[in-house]
Structure formats: structure tokens, C-alpha cells
């Protein structure tokens, strides 16, 4: 039944064509078992999709698949053996006793966002807007309940940076060691007084191509961090009646912060992490930086937990299209409130630069004359620039792609070129979609079109926590 070179993550994109329907289905397995895997005809006998036990029924396995309009054939492997579900519609196919059934075609009047199948196997459940609250409910209850601490790894390292380091040897630091942030120790003060970020270094090469500005090229090598920041609250006028700055209270958390509050306080400063730091006056000691919170680590949390109790929260096994998150493309005739960034690989870097802050967000779809996905674009990528010096170049000259090769060719730990342009489909459940953005490094999921890649929208960390937090 299956080729001797299987390889279902090769294989996957090819489960339908260009402009093809999917209908997501879900299939079941009632008859128990300890692994049991599902193909079919539908992923052409190619594939096998892992099924997962249903919480509360161990002899209940299910599986969504996204499918095209048609008549499918499809058989169980269970424990190593192949078998039908005799309860099931099935016949005599090409691979033996095979179940089998249909898709309803859509009708034309149906927007694609909302489509919905029927089938003779079992078609994918609507959920009522109380069940819906039910389950963000659970979820945030279940945040509610742990707290940062939990978080921190068994071991591990926190880099963070003196605010008198000049700002270029900042710049290499973090492109070093492969991050995108890092927190700021002031050595006078005693305490922790900031973060330096990717956007900081946007914000800082915008301002070297600016006429006229202040801050050249040469100061770069040795202006610090403090008096960056000290200038960034000057062009942000934030500066009290006497003209000058007010320095702003570092956002960070306790060990013992509950996981909510730490995922709203990412969500309501916006910002990508959040230092853990544990101080106490009684001992007199400096305060100790555990740990660098993020929304991905927080939804790590939630996988590993809720992957195994999936049932309490069917919310989880809806597609992404059928519940309201992301951002998406906008259809004709359509209005969109936001509008959705994308460029070509010739546009200029500068243009990119200021697309992601005038547009506040943190990375932009690289597509080509069909709109399909090359690349994306993100804020950490920033970081790059320090291989070679190549921020003293003119930003106006340097395409995306340029860009983006030297960020191929730096090979730094913290984003892989496979996690950094990840995509799923419109048809991929909620749970799948926050086990993809909760690995390492990947902060968002570009929405594609099967089989031509065609981009319909992103789905980022913080969409799948405002969310599910409200």
C-alpha cells in the first residue's frame, strides 16, 4: 500500500491542487489500540496521520484531515495492522476492505471562510459562542493556576547587557549569541532598568539614514545604550515640564507570578518577553534574573497540557478559519481594517524597516508576482546587519533578499531557516496551530494556500493569546 521511500512531510503539500476546497473531517477509530495512524485516498495512500486518544474514551482515536471534494476510500493502522472500521460505510478497493465517503460540494453563495462538510463518516462539529467562552474560560483558569516559576528550565543561560556598552557592541552581542532581546543591568542604580530590543535597532538605523539627524555612523561606535534610550525618549516626547526624559519602569514579573497575568502583561505593553527576576530587600543582594517569559514558553505550557485533555475544550479542534484570529488577506470587495503587508524580494530594505514599525508588526510575508510565499521578513532579522558591518551600507540599496541572505549565511542558533517560515492551512485545527508556534524560535505562521502557497493571512503568538484571553 505504501512506497518504500514514504515520506509524509515530503508529501504532505501535494494533497491538493492549486484553488482546490478542502473540507476538514474528522475521522474516528472507536475500537481501541495503543498507536493508530490513518491514510487514504484523500492524501493518495502517501501518509500517516498520527491518531490521538480522546480524553476520558482510551479506546476512542481521532484524527482532522483537510480534504478535497469527492469520494475518499481510507483504512486504520492499528498496532502495526491494517484494518477497516466495520461500522463504517465500506467495500471491496484496491487495497482490500476500505471504508468510504463523500464530500458535499460548496455552494457558491457560501464564503470560503465558513465552509462546512458533510460526510457519511463523521463532519467536524459546530461550536455555540457559550461552549466557545467555555473553553477560553478553562484555559485561562488553568494559566491562572501556575506560575512562572514553572517555566524556568532545570539549566540554561540569560544573557543581559550593561546600559554603558556602546550600542554597536550591543548589536554584535545579541547577533552572537542569536537573540532578539536582551534585559539592561544599570551597575549605579543596582537593579534592572530595561530591555534592548530588535526594534531598537530598527528604530537606531532609521534614524542613521535620516537627514539631518544627530546620531551618525561614527557615534555608533561608541554611544551607549543609556544614552540611546535617553535620545529614544527624547524623539518619543517623553519628557517631564523641565525637558527631561522620564525614564520608564522596567515590565518584568516574579517567580511566582501566576502564567495569566504574565501573558497579559506581555500582551498590554507589547512586548516579546518579560524578565523574571527574583529580589529581596531582607538579604541586601542584587536582584537575580532567572528567566526571559514569552508568550511561546506560556503556550508550551498549555500544549503539554491540554494535548492530553483536548475533549474539555473542543474549541481546540475547530479549523483556525471557522473562529475569529489573525490577520487575513482581504477578498475582493472585501474591507479590511488593518491592512495585511506583504513586499517582493527587490524591495528595499528601508522600505521593509519602515513597513514593520509604521504598520507595527513584527514580520512581512516575501512573496513573488503570484503572491505565493518566498520568505518572510521579521524584526530579529535586524540583527543580521552586524555580519560584515553591513549597516554602514545604504538601506536604500539593499533589497530583502540581500537582506535575507545574510541572515542564511550567519547561521545563528536562534531561528533556523526551517522555523522561521513556517506555514499551516486554513483548514489546520487551533490545537495544531499552538503546537507549531509553541517550538523554539517560531513566532508566527504564515497562512498558505495549499499546494500553490498562495499567502491568505498570518496567525502570530499574540493573536492565539488575545484569544484565548480576551
Not at 512531510?9 to 476546497?21: F, K, N, S
Not at 480522546?54 to 484524527?63: D, L, S, T
Not at 498549555?302 to 475544550?313: E, N
Request: aromatic fraction near 8%.
Amino acid at each position: 500500500m505504501f512506497a518504500s521511500d514514504m515520506n509524509p512531510a515530503r508529501d504532505a503539500g501535494r494533497v491538493t491542487t492549486a484553488g482546490m476546497v478542502l473540507f476538514p473531517i474528522q475521522f474516528t477509530w472507536p475500537h481501541g489500540g495503543r498507536s493508530v495512524f490513518l491514510s487514504g485516498s484523500f492524501n493518495r495512500w502517501t501518509e500517516l496521520v498520527p491518531m490521538s486518544q480522546v480524553e476520558g474514551c482510551p479506546n476512542v482515536f481521532q484524527a482532522v484531515c483537510a480534504v478535497p471534494h469527492g469520494c475518499h476510500e481510507y483504512k486504520f493502522l492499528v498496532d502495526g495492522e491494517w484494518r477497516h472500521d466495520e461500522r463504517q460505510p465500506h467495500r471491496n478497493g484496491e487495497y482490500g476492505i476500505v471504508n468510504t465517503f463523500d464530500t458535499l460540494p460548496v455552494p457558491a453563495e457560501v464564503p470560503q471562510n465558513r465552509i462546512s462538510a458533510v460526510t457519511l463518516n463523521q463532519a467536524m462539529p459546530r461550536i455555540l459562542e457559550q461552549d466557545l467562552q467555555a473553553s477560553c474560560h478553562r484555559i485561562s483558569v488553568f494559566l491562572a493556576a501556575h506560575t512562572a516559576y514553572e517555566l524556568l528550565p532545570e539549566s540554561g543561560k540569560v544573557v543581559a547587557l550593561d546600559v554603558d556598552l556602546p550600542v554597536k557592541q550591543a548589536f554584535h552581542i545579541l547577533s552572537e549569541q542569536g537573540i532578539p532581546t536582551a534585559p539592561l543591568w544599570d551597575f549605579s542604580k543596582g537593579k534592572f532598568v530595561g530591555v534592548l530590543s530588535a526594534l531598537d535597532f530598527i528604530l537606531i538605523l532609521r534614524e542613521l539614514g535620516n537627514h539631518g539627524s544627530n546620531l551618525t555612523e561614527e557615534e555608533l561606535e561608541t554611544h551607549t545604550i543609556s544614552a540611546w534610550k535617553e535620545g529614544k525618549a527624547y524623539m518619543n516626547g517623553q519628557v517631564d515640564g523641565h525637558g527631561r526624559p522620564i525614564s520608564r519602569h522596567l515590565i518584568h514579573a516574579g517567580p511566582y507570578d501566576n502564567l495569566k497575568d504574565v501573558a497579559l502583561k506581555l500582551l498590554q505593553n507589547g512586548v516579546a518577553t518579560v524578565p523574571i527576576i527574583h529580589s529581596s530587600s531582607e538579604d541586601g543582594l542584587f536582584p537575580q534574573l532567572l528567566h526571559l517569559a514569552s508568550l511561546s514558553g506560556i503556550l508550551k505550557f498549555i500544549c503539554r497540557y491540554f494535548k492530553h485533555c483536548s475533549g474539555s475544550s473542543p474549541i481546540l479542534q475547530l479549523p483556525i478559519y471557522a473562529i475569529p484570529l489573525g490577520t487575513w488577506v482581504p477578498r475582493i470587495g472585501e474591507s479590511s481594517s488593518r491592512p495585511f503587508a506583504m513586499l517582493r524580494p527587490t524591495a528595499s530594505l528601508s522600505s521593509a524597516l519602515n513597513m514593520l514599525v509604521q504598520a507595527q508588526v513584527s514580520s512581512i510575508p516575501i512573496v513573488d508576482d503570484n503572491d505565493s510565499l518566498l520568505d518572510i521578513y521579521c524584526r530579529s532579522d535586524i540583527t543580521a546587519l552586524a555580519k560584515g558591518r553591513a549597516y554602514t551600507h545604504n538601506l536604500n540599496e539593499m533589497t530583502v533578499y540581500q537582506a535575507l541572505q545574510l541572515g542564511q549565511d550567519s547561521n545563528t542558533p536562534f531561528e533556523t531557516r526551517s522555523q522561521r517560515c513556517q506555514m499551516c492551512l486554513r483548514t489546520d485545527t487551533l490545537l495544531k496551530v499552538m503546537e507549531q508556534l509553541a517550538n523554539p524560535g517560531v513566532r508566527r505562521l504564515v497562512i498558505v494556500e495549499a499546494g500553490s502557497n498562495r499567502v491568505e493571512g498570518i496567525v502570530s503568538l499574540t493573536d492565539i493569546f488575545r484569544f484565548l484571553l480576551g
